[in-house]
Each structure stands twice: as C-alpha cells, then as structure tokens.
C-alpha cells in the first residue's frame, strides 16, 4: 500500500535508536516483521526496541530461542525463527495468539511465512560494507503507517533511490 522509507544506520547505536522509536510506540497487538540477511542488525535494532519498551536488561542473539519475552510499559514477544526445522514449530508457537498478549516483532519469517498473523511493519535489513545497514521500513496497515511516522519522528529519512 504505502512506500517504503529508507534510513542508513551508521552503526549498531544508530540502529538501537531506530528501534527504540518504534519501540516507544508499539502496543499490544502490535506485528512487525525483520527480514535480511545475517547480521544486517535485526537482532540490534530489537535491542532498541526493548529499550523503547522500557524493558531493562539484555536481549537474547542467540538464534535457538524461538521466543524471548520482554517485559516493559508493553509485553515484547521477540521470535527467532532463523532455526526453525519444520514449520510446524511455528504453529505450535502460536503467534496469533501471542500477539494478543503484547507486540510481537519476528525475524527470519520467510521460514513460517504461512503460520503468521499480517504485519503492521515490515523492516528490511541489507548491510552497506562494515559499519552501516540500510534499513527499509514498509506499512501493511494503517496502524503500520502510524509506527514508521512514529519512527520517522526527528529522524529525517534518506531520500528514496
Ligand atoms: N549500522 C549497524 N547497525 C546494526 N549492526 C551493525 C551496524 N554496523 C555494524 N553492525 C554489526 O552487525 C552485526 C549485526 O548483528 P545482528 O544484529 O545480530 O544481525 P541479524 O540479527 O540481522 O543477524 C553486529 O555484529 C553489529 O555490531
Ligand atoms: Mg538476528
């Protein structure tokens, strides 16, 4: 529907910052998709949405944990589904039913595409060399459109090549 925008990060702080906008606005109910390839920094910029959430502590990299949850002003379930052996294993996990209980972001969901609820965000990560990350923000719902300009707030985006 709507058109992406696109940010270049500088590095992982710059890319926690990013998160931490969103994570500043995510609610319950909430569904947003990470997808790129490894270390593009979606694992990073979910740091910075648990930050946003007002959740204190550390946010697991470790890629065998299919769900991590993060307690703050809103419940950040974080789905990893990079491991994922049988796509069963992402309907046993329920997702839909997860996302009622607080804002749900998934990364590698090209790995249980079928087994998850519609997206609010999708947020593409594609690395630029050692230390920037091009990161590409699309709705998929209206209240998608209203999360990237609450990212989009103070953060002037790159203009779109
Ligand atoms: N601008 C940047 N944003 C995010 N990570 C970056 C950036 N520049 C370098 N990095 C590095 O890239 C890696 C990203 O890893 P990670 O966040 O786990 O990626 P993913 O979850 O997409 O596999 C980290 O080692 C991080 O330090
Ligand atoms: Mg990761």
């Known amino acids: 529907v709507s058109r992406a925008t696109?940010?270049?990060?500088?590095?992982?702080?710059?890319?926690?910052?990013?998160?931490?906008r969103l994570g500043a606005a995510l609610e319950r109910g909430d569904v947003v998709l990470l997808e790129g390839e490894l270390g593009g920094g979606a694992t990073t910029f979910v740091q910075g949405v648990a930050r946003g959430l007002g959740f204190v502590g550390s946010v697991s990299s470790?890629?065998?944990?299919?769900?991590?949850?993060?307690?703050g002003r809103v419940t950040l379930y974080h789905a990893d589904l990079y491991r994922l052996e049988n796509p069963d294993q992402v309907t046993d996990l329920a997702l839909e039913e997860v996302c009622a209980g607080g804002?749900?972001?998934?990364?590698?969901?090209?790995?249980?595409?079928?087994?998850?609820?519609?997206?609010?965000?999708?947020?593409?990560?594609?690395?630029?060399?050692?230390?920037?990350?091009?990161?590409?923000?699309?709705?998929?719902?209206?209240?998608?459109?209203?999360?990237?300009?609450?990212?989009?707030?103070?953060?002037?985006?790159q203009p779109q090549r």
């Open 6 to 20: 696109e940010y270049v990060s500088a590095g992982p702080e710059e890319t926690r910052a990013l998160g931490e």
């Open 62 to 71: 470790k890629s065998f944990v299919l769900l991590g949850e993060y307690r």
């Open 103 to 157: 804002a749900l972001v998934v990364e590698w969901p090209e790995h249980g595409r079928d087994a998850l609820p519609p997206e609010d965000l999708l947020i593409r990560f594609d690395a630029m060399g050692e230390t920037h990350r091009r990161l590409r923000i699309t709705a998929g719902s209206e209240r998608g459109t209203a999360l990237a300009a609450a990212v989009a707030a103070g953060h002037a985006p």
